[in-house]
């Protein structure tokens, strides 16, 4: 039986250590009340003692998944189905300033007497987040300037090749009209076998281009959906945050594997969320800041992976032009993006549509046909 000086100091060594842990360390009761903290607590999140303890954890949580906890609290000890209990994962806290900061959260479960209680390790990975960040704006710069200088070496090269047979009808055609005008019209026949061919040639530099811009068309894998869509809502954050925008992620719970092009469905995705992000600052977030990345199966089988904005959605005399290339609501844009989107969507066997909903903002939203028995839908 050990002696009580032994046990206090065993307690005082205890709490020694979680004061001195680099991570917050968290505990609280079965309905979200917190009931003690660790000395990092107070420095990650900025708040006096008296101020945290007794209060509810949703405190420390930013919108949406302030709201959306006592649910999850809830339904976990009704039905013991956890989403992050056991389990680490990535997510957003708030600090007593109200600046929203990305951390490393894991969540366990402590039975004591007949007592639920869980614990919450949190470590904050600000630091780490900027680097991931300023790394991939260093690959996004050298990957823009490669994207340049292929497309002007294309555009020299297509300019001088299509040059030569739009020059050879112009002449002909000026022919043409010298030989009308002559009363020669013994050559006109010839006049317009030059023309079909020079056109015809034109034509086949356009389809080198675009055999150019379909390579990669086969580098398609099969990937989980879960994977392929969190690493998008990664590469996201940074953005949303620099827009203080928030990104909602609402995925199906099932295990549902695509065969894709990762790298083109990522852009298309990203493509969506930058512009629904772009109509909710045009407005000045009138309808809030909030923009959804859902996915979720159709009663026909295939999968619907949805952007969902607050923004002032798409007027009549935008819908007639949405997905026609070179046509921008944009100031400075070349209107290309839902164009392609929607090529790339249809080339992989899916539908890219639109509507706008009555609360505000539009729903931008693609099909694809989902993997079974090794085989995809499509």
């Given at each position: 039986r050990a002696c009580l000086p032994c046990l206090d100091k065993k307690i005082h060594l205890t709490r020694a250590s979680l004061d001195n842990a680099v991570e917050a360390i968290i505990t609280i009761d079965s309905i979200g009340t917190i009931e003690t903290v660790n000395h990092a607590t107070y420095k990650m999140f900025g708040y006096a003692t008296q101020e945290i303890i007794g209060q509810n954890v949703r405190m420390l949580m930013p919108e949406p998944f302030k709201s959306e906890h006592d649910h999850y609290l809830s339904r976990y000890l009704t039905t013991d189905s956890p989403k992050i209990i056991g389990t680490g994962r990535e997510a957003l806290a708030v600090r007593q300033t109200g600046e929203i900061f990305p951390i490393h959260l894991s969540v366990s479960e402590v039975h004591d007497q007949g007592k639920r209680?869980?614990?919450?390790?949190?470590?904050?990975?600000?630091?780490?987040?900027?680097?991931?960040?300023?790394?991939?704006?260093?690959?996004?710069e050298l990957a823009h300037a490669d994207r340049l200088n292929m497309l002007g070496e294309m555009a020299s090269g297509i300019a001088h090749e299509i040059n030569q047979p739009l020059t050879a009808i112009s002449l002909f055609a000026q022919a043409g009209k010298r030989f009308l005008e002559s009363g020669k019209h013994d050559r006109i026949p010839d006049i317009f076998d030059q023309l079909s061919q020079h056109a015809l040639r034109a034509g086949?530099?356009?389809?080198?281009?675009?055999?150019?811009?379909?390579?990669?068309?086969?580098?398609?894998?099969?990937?989980?959906?879960s994977r392929l869509i969190n690493k998008i809502v990664d590469f996201a954050e940074s953005e949303a945050r620099m827009r203080d925008v928030i990104v909602s992620l609402d995925e199906i719970?099932?295990?549902?594997?695509?065969?894709?092009?990762?790298?083109?469905?990522?852009?298309v995705v990203l493509n969506l969320l930058r512009n629904g992000m772009e109509a909710m600052q045009s407005v000045n977030f009138v309808n809030g800041n909030l923009i959804k990345l859902q996915t979720t199966l159709r009663e026909d089988g295939d999968l619907e992976v949805a952007v969902i904005d607050s923004g002032s959605g798409v007027s009549e005399d935008e819908k007639?032009?949405?997905?026609?290339?070179?046509s921008s609501t944009k100031e400075k844009g070349m209107g290309m993006g839902l164009s392609?989107?929607?090529?790339?969507?249809?080339?992989?066997?899916g539908h890219l549509m639109f509507k706008n909903l009555e609360s505000g903002?539009?729903?931008?939203?693609?099909?694809l046909p989902i993997e079974r028995n090794g085989a995809s839908n499509g």
């Open positions: 209680s869980f614990v919450g390790l949190i470590r904050d990975i600000t630091t780490q987040r900027l680097a991931e960040q300023q790394s991939r704006e260093h690959r996004d086949a530099v356009v389809e080198s281009m675009q055999n150019f811009a379909r390579r990669g068309e086969n580098q398609r894998e099969a990937t989980q959906c719970e099932q295990s549902v594997t695509i065969v894709v092009d990762v790298v083109q469905i990522q852009q007639s032009t949405l997905f026609t290339p070179f392609i989107c929607r090529e790339i969507i249809t080339a992989h066997g903002g539009a729903k931008f939203y693609f099909t």
